[in-house]
């Protein structure tokens, strides 16, 4: 990739697309394109073509995806699985018309079966049933890295996945149902803190453990990745600790500044007990990410605070 290139990044707006962006300009990549879904409807696949064909990006970051937290994807199985399969498969295919150089799709690491080993390594795949709150996403998110695989092996295009561990940071998503954990934590302990409330409810068991990986150390790893990776096989790419919900809870009060006590909802389901990833193989080309979770959590806090 070099400062010329032109670098189409799909989902700018979004958490992950956003802080691609802003790595893409911090190492002076400048000549990106991006559009908004009021100028380019990712859905329609006539729109995404002639998009690609008339700009003609030498690489693509494909960011944009419907995405959610454990409840939004339980309950709109269909939006999940139908929007996206339509808009990777727009971006994919059109890439490979458009005669796109190198495109990375980025995936998520509830590809992985729900019982597999831990950490999670990539050849995993595949080898067992996934977590059923999520499955209709994942089955998505396979079918793309399975799509980048088979354009490599039938067109030789340079299509490449990497799969993220859970993401946090600036531009996410607050909205206290459809939510991830992290935003929606920061979100409820703030109010909280504001309105002087008696407690905070937050949802399953808190035993679950996560990994969390803030959005720039993601936006330096795929870019990384999109100048120093060409493989068939999908790359893992997470912080490698983790913490349960509880604790995350705790962590999360304690920067916010809310002092009062957590009730946990049992009738919210906890979703895969585990999901660490074994990012051995993105460390040992040489990347590692930087920002430690509680610094990560006061730079996302002060993100909701400036919007709010
Ligand atoms: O982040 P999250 O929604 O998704 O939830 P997953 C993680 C854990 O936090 C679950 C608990 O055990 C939740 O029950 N939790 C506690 C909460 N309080 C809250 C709350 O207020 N809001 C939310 N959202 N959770 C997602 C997948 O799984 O991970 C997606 O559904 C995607 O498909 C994403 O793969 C990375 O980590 O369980």
Not at 59 to 78: D, E, L, S, Y
Not at 100 to 123: D, T, W
Not at 124 to 147: F, S
């Amino acid at each position: 990739m070099t400062p010329a290139d032109k670098i189409y990044v799909a989902g700018h707006r979004g958490l992950a697309g956003s802080a691609v962006c802003r790595e893409l300009h911090r190492l002076g990549f400048h000549n990106v394109v991006t559009r908004t879904r009021m100028e380019l409807d990712l859905l329609d696949s006539k729109a995404v073509d002639l998009f690609l064909q008339s700009e003609r990006p030498s690489h693509v970051f494909v960011a944009a995806a419907k995405v959610g937290g454990i409840w939004a994807n339980h309950t709109q199985p269909a939006s999940f699985l139908w929007e996206n399969l339509q808009i990777q498969n727009n971006l994919i295919h059109g890439a490979w018309k458009a005669g796109v150089g190198k495109l990375l799709f980025m995936g998520s690491s509830c590809i992985y079966p729900k019982l597999a080993p831990q950490p999670l390594r990539e050849e995993y795949l595949l080898t067992g049933p996934l977590e059923p709150t999520n499955e209709w996403y994942a089955v998505a998110k396979i079918a793309g890295i399975k799509m980048c695989q088979a354009y490599r092996r039938q067109h030789g295009c340079d299509f490449i996945s990497a799969m993220p561990t859970n993401l946090y940071g600036p531009n996410d998503n607050y909205d206290p149902q459809g939510s991830h954990v992290l935003p929606a934590l920061i979100r409820k302990f703030h109010e909280a803190k504001v309105s002087r409330s008696s407690e905070v409810v937050c949802w399953g068991s808190g035993s679950p453990l996560r990994e969390f990986l803030y959005s720039d150390d993601l936006a330096s790893a795929l870019v990384f990745l999109m100048q120093n990776y060409s493989g068939e096989d999908f790359i893992n790419v997470g912080s490698g600790s983790e913490i349960t919900i509880h604790d995350l809870a705790s962590l999360v009060r304690d920067v916010v500044g809310y002092d009062g006590p957590i009730v946990w909802d049992s009738s919210k389901p906890d979703g895969t007990p585990r999901k660490l990833m074994d990012s051995s193989r993105l460390f040992a080309m040489g990347w590692q990410p930087r920002t430690p979770l509680r610094e990560g959590i006061v730079r996302a806090y002060a993100d909701f605070v400036s919007r709010n």
